[in-house]
């Protein structure tokens, strides 16, 4: 990034202090201006916090990201929307009976029939769930092992009504040690899927304010290495309950699926601190990666994907009027650049 973008971003910091920073960056040699370009920056920054002014006001270069226009057309609000009842009649097996306890684990429902190879059988189990008069009601079930997954994860129950016909029973509460072991005890190599989006939720704009910034055309392959190549990272349980934790923000949200346990959508996503999270499962897991992890993530999104700032329509179209476009839009190479020292 050139050094005149530095000093705009750094808004309201003192005019002097800031000649004083340019002048003695442009008068380093020139074979050893890269080399200490960080220390430059570094430098710049600490008089920019005594300016109040933060570490992504500095990173987020002005027009770094065309915009995109999505329609608010179809959106329902919330409040209207309308809860239909299924009659207990109508639902299939595992929608009416949701619950199961085996060996003193208990699973839920993920309502996926499975058409795959059978594990070894586990033994049998009441099923429970409650009709639409609030009654308790039981049936037997069968559970065989999910193939190539951990029993402790998700099971394959077997109706007694229904033989034949396999559902897939996740244990929500399933919390490994590590990184590595929740990939293995899934399997997720081969059961997990990236969809073509990444988010950037916090991206804060040259003006101060937030956005939602898009990409797409990344590697899956790469993003496995990436996201999950730190295998003995620990898992921290106390993640979404601890208060300690509550001011970590997500830099980098992943939208991924998970078929065989019906999870379509979901989340994994990379943070300010280091983290990992998921809700794989559907209960939040969190492991620490560390924040050099999380800028080789990002540096990779950054520097080969495609971004877009996201924008409804129902948004007054003046307050974006040349992100992304005109002379200061940014490369991709700059743009990289513009973050290059997150996590530092």
Do not use: H
Request: glycine fraction near 8%.
């Amino acid at each position: 990034m050139k050094e005149e973008r530095i000093f705009l971003a750094l808004g309201e910091a003192d005019e002097e202090l800031l000649l004083q920073c340019e002048a003695a960056i442009k008068t380093w040699p020139l074979q050893k201006k890269r080399r200490w370009a960080l220390a430059g920056i570094t430098a710049c920054l600490l008089l920019a916090i005594g300016a109040g002014v933060t570490l992504q006001q500095l990173f987020s270069s002005k027009g770094e990201y065309p915009v995109k226009y999505l329609s608010t057309e179809g959106n329902v609000n919330s409040s209207e929307e309308i809860t239909v009842v299924i009659p207990w009649e109508e639902l299939t097996l595992p929608e009416q009976y949701t619950e199961l306890e085996l060996n003193g684990l208990q699973y839920s429902t993920a309502q996926t029939a499975y058409d795959g190879a059978l594990g070894d059988l586990l033994g049998t189990a009441k099923i429970v769930g409650m009709d639409d008069k609030g009654t308790l009601q039981t049936t037997e079930g069968t559970v065989y092992r999910l193939q190539d997954m951990t029993p402790e994860a998700a099971v394959l129950v077997e109706f007694e009504k229904e033989p034949g016909i396999f559902y897939v029973y996740g244990n929500s509460l399933y919390y490994p040690d590590t990184l590595g072991e929740f990939l293995v005890g899934l399997n997720l190599k081969e059961n997990l899927n990236f969809n073509d989006t990444i988010y950037w939720e916090n991206y804060t704009r040259p003006d101060g304010k937030e956005a939602t910034v898009e990409f797409s055309g990344a590697d899956s392959e790469m993003l496995w290495e990436l996201l999950f190549s730190e295998t003995e990272a620990v898992i921290e349980k106390q993640y979404d309950y601890d208060p300690a934790f509550m001011e970590d923000r997500r830099v980098l949200d992943f939208s991924v699926n998970v078929p065989v346990l019906g999870s379509y959508n979901i989340s994994i996503a990379i943070t300010e601190n280091g983290y990992l999270t998921t809700n794989i499962l559907s209960t939040g897991k969190a492991f620490y990666i560390g924040k050099d992890r999380v800028q080789t993530v990002l540096d990779y999104v950054t520097e080969n994907c495609q971004g877009y700032e996201l924008v409804y329509e129902s948004d007054t179209p003046q307050e974006y009027p040349s992100a992304g476009q005109g002379d200061d839009s940014t490369s991709g190479e700059d743009a990289s650049m513009a973050v290059s020292s997150y996590g530092k």
